[in-house]
């Protein structure tokens, strides 16, 4: 798509100088969205909203509100190019996964690389050193760093608490609205499923208790849109002439809980069949924060339950039907005997070879911890529960381990929601550390191999002439790259999601190139050729 840089001065006409929340949209016109804000995603909440851009990029993104640039990103990964601006009203705009900066950002950008010679920024900047006006072009969308597609991704932040905020809560435009939410069904830990038809489900269900409850929801911009988040869920019990209600109202987070959306999916159901259901009643995460219910609803018997979801928009839906609660703790860790049932506290378990170690409140439920060995060098920690604080794994090497593999040792982690791999941290008495998020299947490996690089050839890079070579890992992320063109150093990129290191052409474009990568273990290549 062509770039258009634009200032809208005009719209000092318009009298939005000065004013709070989002006065100008981050993308002009009417458009869908690939992800809302607390959407439940594996191992975090979404912290934004995902704008689509119709799988291209190079759309103009501009400046929601007066303010200055506060901070500057460009990594490999995660958001990829990013841009956060402050504001007069207290809050920061966030933008990422971009293709490029405008045009003075990006020299500032290129100027201070190569004042640290390095590839990766992450800059801050003093107040109002680069001041911005609503509606200025400040970038344009792209599709760098983790993202899965052309998109921007955008972010309204409380910038005292850096807790990301519901941006359609302070200004951004949802637009039209063709397709209602709709609960689709109940689903139970163990299995059963109760659809929902007309508003209601008839099947009773029957639960030990209220956190194997799960409800499916569904709501999209339109039917051909992808399926978005809730903002807000209600759960009404009745029964006996009894009433009760509680639920949530996910508008901020902090970064340091979100994690806890692991805990708001019911895990077995989404281990089962891979959907990310709403759980009814609360984990022992610290998000959402739930209401308490006004009356308990841990007596065995018949309950008829109302559900009401609240979309992003606005929008509701309602489903109802009846859950047979059977004998048993409806809510295990408000049993005052829960101490002596489940260890929930700080604790530990060893495998033979390797040793867990936990804190309290790492885990979303109630469990008694088990540790396996299930072969030479791996484990399985079960039941499935999902992890809110970092664990701690201690593997003690066998005698003839080689020394030099002792900085090269490598954990993979994989649970239903996901895979991690961590290099360990050798300790003095010999034993291997590893602190990772995740508690599942467990394999220690040994990584020795460097970077490689393949043929180096002519390409465009943010529309520009640039050189690519293809460049991967056989099992870690690329930490550390660099270039030299005929012996000076040189602004490079590489897309870690495409396996490719971009070197722009600029005055030299001829002559010897010199490349290094060097992966999260320590591993490095270097590459050395000619430049086509």
């Not at 990772?436 to 520009?464: C, H, M, N, S, W």
């Not at 002559?511 to 990568?517: K, Q």
Request: charged letters at 20%; aromatic letters at 10%.
């Amino acid at each position: 798509m062509p770039r258009i840089f634009i200032a809208f001065f005009g719209l000092c006409s318009l009298g939005l100088w000065g004013q709070g929340g989002i006065v100008v949209q981050p993308i002009a016109g009417e458009v869908d969205f690939a992800g809302t804000f607390g959407e439940l995603r594996s191992h975090h909440f979404h912290s934004g909203v995902d704008v689509r851009t119709q799988g291209q990029t190079g759309w103009p993104v501009r400046a929601v509100q007066d303010g200055y640039l506060s901070r500057m990103v460009v990594r490999p990964d995660g958001f990829g190019w990013a841009l956060y601006l402050r504001h007069p009203d207290g809050h920061t705009s966030v933008y990422a996964h971009l293709d490029d900066f405008q045009p003075s950002w990006h020299e500032l950008a290129m100027t201070r690389a190569a004042a640290s010679r390095s590839s990766r920024l992450d800059l801050y900047f003093e107040s109002n050193a680069y001041p911005v006006r609503a509606g200025d072009t400040i970038a344009w969308s792209g599709n760098s760093g983790g993202s899965a597609g052309p998109h921007l991704h955008f972010e309204w932040r409380d910038t005292r608490t850096e807790e990301p905020l519901d941006p359609f809560d302070h200004g951004m435009f949802y637009g039209k609205d063709s397709y209602p939410p709709r609960i689709v069904a109940l689903h139970t830990a163990d299995g059963q499923k109760a659809p929902v038809a007309s508003g209601e489900w008839s099947t009773p269900l029957r639960i030990q208790s209220w956190q194997d409850l799960s409800a499916e929801i569904k709501d999209k911009k339109h039917a051909q849109g992808l399926n978005l988040g809730i903002e807000a869920l209600e759960v009404h019990w009745t029964w006996g002439g009894e009433e009760a209600s509680h639920g949530f109202h996910l508008d901020r987070f902090s970064f340091d809980d979100t994690r806890c959306a692991d805990g708001l999916m019911q895990p077995q159901v989404h281990r089962r069949t891979g959907l990310r259901t709403y759980r009814l009643a609360p984990s022992l995460g610290a998000a959402p924060v739930w209401s308490a219910p006004e009356k308990s609803v841990t007596a065995p018997g018949r309950y008829t339950l109302t559900l009401t979801a609240r979309a992003v928009n606005g929008d509701l839906a309602t489903a109802r039907g009846p859950v047979d609660l059977l004998p048993g703790s409806g809510h295990p860790w408000s049993d005052p005997e829960v101490a002596n049932k489940v260890d929930i506290q700080a604790g530990e378990r060893v495998a033979e070879d390797l040793k867990l170690t936990w804190s309290r409140g790492s885990f979303t439920d109630p469990l008694v911890p088990e540790l396996v060995k299930t072969g030479e060098r791996s484990w399985k920690a079960s039941p499935d529960v999902p992890v809110l604080r970092a664990l701690r794994y201690e593997w003690t090497p066998p005698a003839n381990y080689p020394v030099a593999w002792r900085t090269k040792t490598v954990m993979i982690g994989r649970d239903p929601r996901g895979s991690y791999r961590i290099v360990g941290e050798p300790l003095l008495d010999g034993r291997i550390r590893f602190n990772i998020k995740l508690y599942g299947t467990l394999t220690i490996v040994q990584d020795t191999e460097g970077p490689t690089f393949t043929t180096l050839k002519t390409a465009t890079f943010q529309g520009r002439p640039a050189w690519y070579i293809g460049l991967r890992d056989n099992l870690l992320d690329i930490t550390h790259y660099g270039a030299e063109i005929n012996g000076q150093w040189t602004w490079s990129y590489y897309d870690a999601k495409n396996k490719r290191l971009y070197i722009p052409q600029g005055a030299q474009r001829s002559g010897s190139l010199t490349l290094f990568a060097q992966d999260e273990a320590g591993n490095r290549t270097t590459f050395d050729g000619i430049l086509p």
